[in-house]
């Protein structure tokens, strides 16, 4: 059954390659960007995240074109990367809206006609830095490692209705993302990770695409390492 699939972010990067995914498997998939530009074949819907209006907006726009939203896959995300002393508030607020609140802000959006429905899938897109902790980075572990208990209490609250919720945690995915990382921190992580090598977006969106199939009906509230084995037991 051809289901509707909301990909936030989903113009480049991870969030391309999940659309690109879903899509392959004949889903009718809706992508998110600021710019309102959709790639090739999708269609493509404006949104800023961290504006509850455009968000509103979004979902509106995603239904009137293909009906109530079966699948949410929160993947926009940004860094802003500093130590903390010389990180400015406003970055670790932008950070945290961003990541945390505007995953909250579209789960609560789509939730309402999942639990209509009595189905639906949540998939968030947190970081394994969420569960390490990374220099630089309090803003950004904060917001994903906040995810878990999204995650979990939103399991919670929509499991009675065969609503699943659950997040992955990539590791070291070649994207734009990661350009900023120094090739110092690069080689670090990377002996961290048993299978030595970055991953690439298509590896993460496989993962994403059976969290939302019928074969992960009975995996909810769970946290999925997708980074070649780095974390491992976290
Ligand atoms: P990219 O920087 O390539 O893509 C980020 C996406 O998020 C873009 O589509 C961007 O849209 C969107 N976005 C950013 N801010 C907003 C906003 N306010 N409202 C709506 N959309 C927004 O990053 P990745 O593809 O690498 O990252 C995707 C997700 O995966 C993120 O949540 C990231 O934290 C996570 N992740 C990435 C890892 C990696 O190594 N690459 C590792 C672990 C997790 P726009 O084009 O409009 O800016």
């Known amino acids: 059954m051809s289901r509707t699939v909301l990909i936030t972010g989903g113009n480049r990067g991870i969030g391309l390659s999940i659309a690109r995914a879903f899509a392959d498997n004949g889903d009718k998939v809706a992508v998110t960007s600021r710019s309102g530009e959709a790639p090739e074949g999708l269609f493509g819907v404006r949104c800023d995240v961290t504006d509850p209006e455009s968000a509103r907006r979004a979902v509106a726009e995603v239904e009137a074109q293909y009906g109530p939203v079966a699948v949410l896959v929160s993947n926009a995300g940004i860094t802003r990367d500093a130590l903390a002393p010389m990180m400015s508030e406003e970055d670790f607020e932008d950070v945290l809206q961003t990541n945390l609140v ?15 429905a009595k189905w639906g899938r949540i998939v968030f897109i947190s970081s394994i830095m969420g569960f390490l902790g990374s220099p630089g980075q309090s ?22 209705r065969n609503v699943t919720v659950n997040m992955v945690t990539p590791g070291l995915i070649e994207t734009e993302m990661i350009e900023k990382v120094t090739d110092k921190r690069r080689a670090q ?22 969290l939302a199939s019928d074969g992960a009906a009975y995996v909810t509230g769970s946290a999925i390492p997708i980074g070649g084995g780095i974390g491992m037991g976290q």
Not at 102 to 116: D, K, Q, T, W
Not at 201 to 207: K, L, N, S
């Open 139 to 160: 803003n950004y572990a904060a917001s994903k490692s906040g995810m878990l208990g999204l995650t979990r209490s939103l399991a919670w609250e929509l499991g009675s």
């Open 102 to 116: 505007g995953s909250f802000r579209m789960a609560r959006l789509v939730s309402r006609s999942m639990i209509s």
């Open 189 to 210: 992580l990377l002996a961290q990770t048993p299978l030595r090598r970055t991953g690439a977006p298509e590896e993460v969106a496989e993962v994403v695409k059976f």
